[in-house]
């Protein structure tokens, strides 16, 4: 929105399903989110916040034909590539990786090309690991402009220093299960045993799959 309408940039703007009061919140803007206004709030909860948000109806023609031009960026480096949301995909480099593929640099070249051939204002955060999840949460390490990459170098150093809830799959549920457990933070999640976390804290076989996937496997 911001991009297609150039006097709504450095602003707080929100996309709203409706733009009446308790319409729901779909997207807020870096600026709106820097605020406090938040994904699923309501339109009046915006404006208590901050009374002078802008707030824009959904456009689903423009956002579909961004996505159209992001998927087809991203077919150019390799054939697998997997939609998760309008605004999300997974780049699957696996049957084309070789010793010479340079991942940071292809990283760093869809961005630049994001904004040359889509806009100048659309900002991508890239996250590069051994398996979607892992690539999911280096994507959030540095928002809204991000490159990081984590791999068996810096993954300890990476779990010390986020949430357990920043760990995608893990909410405030899961929280406490893992918390009555003995595990208070990801980097007591990462160095638990796959037994301990089968049989006494899963107590099934998500335990299995989750050993596996704190250490790059990709089992999703």
């Known amino acids: 929105e911001q991009q297609a309408y150039p006097h709504l940039r450095g602003k707080p703007v929100v996309i709203a ?5 308790s319409g729901c ?5 870096i600026e709106a989110k820097k605020l406090g206004i938040k994904t699923g709030m309501r339109v009046f909860e915006a404006r208590r916040i901050y ?5 824009r109806d959904t456009d689903p023609g423009m956002v579909r034909d961004v996505n159209s031009k992001l998927m087809q960026i991203f077919q150019d480096y390799s054939p697998c590539v997997i939609p998760k949301s309008i605004d999300e995909a997974i780049i699957d480099f696996s049957p084309i990786f070789s010793k ?8 760093k070249e869809i961005k630049n090309r994001i904004r040359k051939e889509i806009g100048e204002w659309i900002s991508c955060n890239v996250g590069i690991a051994t398996n979607r999840f892992l690539a999911k949460l280096a ?3 540095h928002k809204p402009d991000g490159l990081d990459l984590i791999d068996y170098k810096n993954l300890r150093h990476v779990y010390s220093l986020i949430r357990l809830t920043d760990l995608n799959g893990i909410n405030t549920r899961f929280e ?8 208070n933070n990801p980097l007591d999640f990462f160095l638990a045993k796959e037994n301990f976390l089968r049989k006494n ?20």
């Open 17 to 21: 399903a409706y733009k009446t009061d």
């Open 25 to 29: 919140i779909l997207s807020p803007s």
């Open 51 to 55: 009374s002078n948000v802008i707030v």
């Open 100 to 107: 010479t593929t340079d991942l940071i640099t292809i990283g």
């Open 139 to 141: 994507s959030s390490l």
């Open 176 to 183: 406490l299960r893992l918390n009555m457990n003995g595990i």
């Open 201 to 220: 804290v899963f107590q099934s076989i998500t335990g299995y799959y989750w050993y596996l996937r704190l250490r790059g496997w990709e089992i999703d």
